[in-house]
């Protein structure tokens, strides 16, 4: 004879929504998306509709693994509003990885706690547990998640690092490959605004070369012929005090770009604060990179459409 249970819908929809939401805003922490809680409410609200549906068996659309595959697609469509494929693809997959995770420690402490009101019914676990335990399940689950997640990026190869960037200044552009240095917290002592060191060789295109040839003998003020420079590019010059292994107090001279579009995975990031800084040295042997960004470059920016 099969069990019955009483299954309350306003507690039903309260559980998947509070897990929804932690799920959506775990995903989204984790991968550093700004996201409105609006949206993320919205997409749990439709998720919890889902839900009810399933546990109601009114309708078997939860049987359609396609069904909950485009469930899915636009619950993460709804909370992040990606840019592109690529970004919903990233999104998703990490939005299944997290709700797996916490899915699973959901059902883990449920079954320890209290195994006897844990029932199945039509392939959907249902029971009455109390909500705190749903809770505390994501709790732990996104902990585990997100602990997981920065152990496997802290040993991610430098290739994952290295970004394509466009430096526009005067009318002028030139791309570049930049690596991303988490130890680079260069900037500018006067406005506060980042670095981006950038070997010198590589800045022909961009700035005159009576800059570039005489970097050194500006900032140690034995360059007598500034007059020779244009105005627009004098008025740019910047003096960025720096410490790096074996050298203490050095200095580096840097130059106001227009912007700085910084090529993601996700979106294009622009910053229009950023120093460009000549660097007379190569970062890599066989020029897989040309110059080093830090955090604030990719935290400190407006976002735009691609």
Do not use: W
């Not at 485009?70 to 509003?81: H, K």
């Not at 840097?254 to 979106?267: L, M, P, Q, S, Y």
């Amino acid at each position: 004879m099969e069990e019955s249970v009483t299954i309350y819908v306003d507690i039903v929809l309260l559980e998947n929504l509070c897990m929804n939401y932690i799920i959506l805003f775990g995903t989204a922490y984790i991968i550093k998306i700004k996201v409105k809680h609006l949206r993320i409410l919205a997409s749990s609200i439709i998720g919890a509709i889902y839900a009810i549906l399933a546990y109601s068996g009114i309708f078997k659309l939860y049987e359609n693994i396609f069904v909950k595959i485009i469930l899915s697609i636009c619950m993460v469509y709804i909370a992040y509003n990606p840019k592109n494929i690529k970004g919903i693809i990233k999104e998703l997959i990490v939005f299944y990885l997290v709700s797996f995770t916490l899915g699973g420690c959901a059902f883990a402490l449920l079954y320890i706690v209290k195994p006897q009101d844990i029932f199945i019914k039509d392939g959907v676990f249902i029971g009455t547990y109390p909500i705190k335990i749903v809770l505390l399940g994501g709790v732990v689950g996104f902990t585990i998640t997100y602990i997981s997640f920065k152990v496997v990026k802290n040993r991610m190869n430098k290739s994952e690092l290295i970004y394509e960037i466009y430096i526009r200044l005067e009318e002028k552009e030139l791309r570049l490959k930049v690596m991303l240095d988490t130890g680079n917290m260069l900037k500018d002592p006067i406005s506060n605004s980042p670095v981006a060191l950038i070997d010198k060789t590589k800045l022909y295109e961009l700035l005159p070369k009576e800059i570039l040839d005489n970097s050194k003998e500006m900032l140690g003020g034995e360059f007598k012929e500034q007059d020779e420079i244009d105005y627009k590019y004098k008025s740019r010059l910047r003096i960025i005090p720096f410490t790096s292994v074996g050298k203490q107090n050095g200095m580096l001279l840097g130059i106001k770009a227009d912007e700085i579009r910084i090529i993601t995975d996700v979106e294009e990031i622009i910053n229009e604060k950023a120093i460009i800084g000549i660097y007379d040295r190569k970062f890599s042997k066989t020029d897989k990179y040309c110059g080093l960004i830090g955090l604030d470059m990719l935290e400190k920016v407006e976002k735009i459409k691609k």
